[in-house]
């Protein structure tokens, strides 16, 4: 979608960078290499990390304030990375006042919120993204080269696997942390979005923020995905299985070297004999490993970004992308609280 041209941004694009954490530092990094892009400003709630901050980053002003980056004149673009409670009111005023938003995911708590935000940036003809980085990864983008070109053939299931021991959050739970990525790859993938959720977790560190969630999605086509989380597991794990009528995948996203494998398996329903009995013949064939290009997701992201705000346009992870994830995520945590009762999503 291509957006009305409310005002070019100056030749260089200046960039605020709002919340300067664990995951902020990396924008900051990535929007000071790019030619044509200066960070100006960052701002973070705590001392601690604006201490950090200017002791990090020459030449660049630090602010508690944060309207000091979304009212700035002197400001284009506004990469927005705090804990997700506080993107909504972040998103919000830096739209109103006219910028380019990179928000990080999940957009915002509720699709309500997110919905909001979404007509916003369409009313002020913004760019607003939302940071779901796996659009942006290598080996999802590999993946959906072949899923499009029909490689796999017709998709069965998805199962995802995405534990690590931390980090912990407070103001969300695992699910919107963790499975907002597992979610944002398979929408990305299928092209689509769940039909119905079913969740279940438990919270055993602080009361009502899930550790772990598996949850399962049902999609269009009688396709199903399932997605394993936790940020209290003992193992760094990061991988998706894909199965399809012609061949099955393996993505290792903690694998460098290798990330993807093919497997030329499947089985195939073959003829009854005499007896009326039903035969299944297993095609065990080839493991092939194509060869991935690997480059830094977030700065291929963040590049993304810049070039929509040149080019006034919207990006693959839009507003209305972050949407579809976070009414999924908003049934997911529903279900749990249900006990896994399987919601149904509203869709647009
Ligand atoms: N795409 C990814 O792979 C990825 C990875 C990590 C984090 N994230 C996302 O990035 C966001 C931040 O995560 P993090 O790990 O950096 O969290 P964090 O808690 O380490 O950092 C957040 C920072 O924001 C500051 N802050 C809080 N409220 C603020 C406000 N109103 N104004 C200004 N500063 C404020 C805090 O002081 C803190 O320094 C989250 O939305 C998270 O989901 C994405």
Known sequence: ???????????????????????????????????????????DASDARLTAAQKFLRGVAVTKNSAEITDATDIDVVVVATPTSTHFALVKAALSAGKDVLCEKPLAPTAAECAELAALALAKGRVLMVGHVFLYNSGVLHLKTDLDR???GRIYYMDAVRTNLGPVRSDVGAIYDLASHDISIFNFLLNAQPLEVSATGNSVLQKGVEDVGFLTLYYPGNVVCHAHISWLNPRKVRQL????????????????????????????????S???????????????????????????????????????RQPAASAEFGLAVVRALEAAR?????????????TA
């Open 150 to 152: 029909g490689e796999l």
């Open 274 to 312: 005499s007896f009326g009995e039903f035969h299944l013949i297993l095609r065990d064939g080839q493991i092939t490993i194509p060869k991935v290009k690997l480059a830094e997701p977030l700065a291929r992201q963040d590049h993304e970004f810049i070039a929509c705000v040149r080019s006034r």
């Open 334 to 346: 529903e279900s749990l609280r249900q006990h896994g009762r399987s919601v149904k999503l509203e």
């Open 1 to 43: 979608m291509f957006l009305t041209l409310v005002s070019t941004p100056s030749s260089t694009v200046r960039v605020g960078v709002i919340g300067f954490g664990q995951w902020g530092p990396n924008h900051v990094r990535n929007f000071s290499q790019f030619d044509g892009c200066d960070v100006l400003r960052v701002c």
């Open 241 to 272: 299985t894909i199965v399809g009528d012609h061949k099955m995948a393996v993505w290792d996203d903690m694998n460098n070297l290798e990330p993807i494998r093919y497997y030329d398996k499947g089985v195939t329903a073959d003829h009854y």
